[in-house]
């Protein structure tokens, strides 16, 4: 079992118009929800809200909703209050907690359960759809996006690079954190058998970075933190594993004319409580 890495938001929020986008192709596939179909405001959780600014998307889609984002580091909590935490101007209220997603039951009653890029940092998440599910009230939605990259080359080099005899004493293991993922056609069996109407999907982006090392430099806000954070202090090693990976990437993934194409797949589902 490893101890959690540790976040830092200004590097994660460095490419956020391309992370946002499929927390927005998720929110246009969600439904009316039961709450303002039947005039009461909304009560939303985000599981893994890192530094709320996608939270904060959801108070523009239900301007008057109480929403919660939950998220387990410190660091993003603390950019999350800072940036948008309080009233919203439809008259709902922005808020964010502490919580391991990973023991993570409802408190309440929720109209919407929902998770954007974070699920696959949370091992056993497939046993904790009943749980969430059972917290929604009937018609409510649960809704969510993970990366399903990782067998591309910049998870794949991560891997090996890990296991390699160099490094392997140090960081064996921290490459391949992201083996529970499901495939899209185990979550939507897994819904349906919670007597969901699921609506599941998977989308390959091609994503185009710009500048130099632009695919190091997005790994640095995600799958990089495990290693950062155990090799954290030891300035020549993080350099040193840094240097070989970026060699590895640029072999991998070559600027083209427009820049770097960077193709990261991703599953998505909806799925409505049953009445
Ligand atoms: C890639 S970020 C996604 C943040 C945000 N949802 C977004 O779409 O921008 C992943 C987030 O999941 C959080 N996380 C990882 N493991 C978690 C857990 N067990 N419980 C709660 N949050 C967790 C991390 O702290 C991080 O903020």
């Known amino acids: 079992m490893h101890s959690a890495p ?37 009560r939303i959780a985000d599981l893994g809200c890192g530094p709320g600014n996608v939270t904060a998307l959801l108070a523009e889609r239900w301007p008057d909703a109480r929403i919660t984002g939950f998220d387990l580091s410190p660091e993003m909590l603390e950019q999350a209050k800072k940036d948008h935490a309080g009233t919203t101007p439809g008259g709902g209220w922005l808020d964010f907690r502490p919580a391991d ?32 599910t059972e917290g929604l009230v009937p018609g409510g939605i649960l809704a969510f996006q993970v990366p399903g990259n990782f067998t591309s080359p910049s998870h794949a080099i991560l891997g090996e690079l890990c296991e390699s005899p160099q490094w392997r004493a140090r960081l064996g293991g921290h490459g391949h954190r992201f083996v529970h993922i499901l495939d899209a056609a185990d979550y939507l069996t897994r819904l349906s058998d919670l007597g969901c109407t699921a609506d599941v999907w998977e989308t390959v982006y091609s994503q185009l970075l710009q500048g130099e090392d632009p695919v190091l430099d997005w790994v640095k806000g995600t799958a990089l933190r495990p290693v950062l954070t155990v090799l954290d202090g030891d ?40 009445a």
């Open 6 to 42: 540790t976040w830092d938001p200004q590097q994660y929020l460095r490419h956020s118009s391309h992370r946002t986008r499929p927390f927005l192709d998720l929110l246009a596939r969600i439904p009316e929800l039961p709450a303002t179909a039947q005039g009461r405001p909304p």
């Open 101 to 132: 997603a990973a023991h993570w039951t409802p408190d309440e009653p929720y109209d919407l359960i929902i998770s954007n890029a974070a699920l696959q940092w949370v091992p056993n998440h497939p046993e904790s759809l009943p749980v969430w």
């Open 235 to 274: 300035d020549e090693a993080v350099a040193e594993f840094l240097t070989q990976y970026r060699d590895l990437l640029r072999k991998a993934y070559p600027p083209g004319p427009y820049g770097t194409v960077f193709p990261f797949r991703r599953i998505f589902a909806v799925a409505r409580k049953g």
